[in-house]
């Protein structure tokens, strides 16, 4: 499992080159399984247990993130590569 970490994802469609007009995001595939996960939030937010109602939204982390669970990495997203001290995302 590989996680990469793209400023925005302009730049996750360009550098991995997993995305097209037509299709959109690649679909899974025998030599490619990504997870695009986006923009992710943080634990930060807070609503109100009696309503549901949010009370804070919880804020952003930073970029477009998207899993490799296997396949290759193209060059140019490589340098996108993060790891995280604690993935949201883990394979057993």
Same mark, same amino acid.
């Not at 959109?24 to 990504?34: D, V």
């Not at 109100?48 to 290759?72: C, L, M, R, S, W």
């Given at each position: 499992?590989?996680?990469l970490?793209?400023?925005?994802?302009?730049?996750?469609?360009?550098?991995?080159?997993?995305?097209?007009?037509?299709?959109?995001? =690649? =679909?899974?595939? /025998?030599?490619?399984?990504?997870?695009v996960?986006?923009?992710?939030?943080?634990?930060?937010?807070?609503?109100?247990?009696d309503?549901?109602?949010?009370?804070?939204? /919880?804020?952003?982390?930073?970029?477009?993130?998207?899993?490799?669970?296997?396949?290759?990495? /193209?060059?140019?997203?490589?340098?996108?590569?993060?790891?995280?001290?604690?993935?949201?995302?883990?394979?057993a």
């Amino acid at each position: 499992m590989k996680y990469l970490q793209f400023p925005d994802e302009k730049t996750a469609r360009s550098a991995t080159g997993w995305w097209s007009k037509e299709a959109g995001w =690649i =679909i899974p595939s /025998p030599e490619l399984q990504i997870a695009v996960r986006g923009v992710l939030y943080n634990d930060d937010g807070e609503s109100n247990p009696d309503t549901g109602e949010v009370i804070k939204e /919880p804020t952003t982390q930073t970029g477009f993130h998207i899993d490799v669970i296997y396949g290759a990495i /193209p060059e140019r997203a490589q340098q996108f590569i993060v790891t995280p001290s604690a993935p949201d995302f883990v394979l057993a």
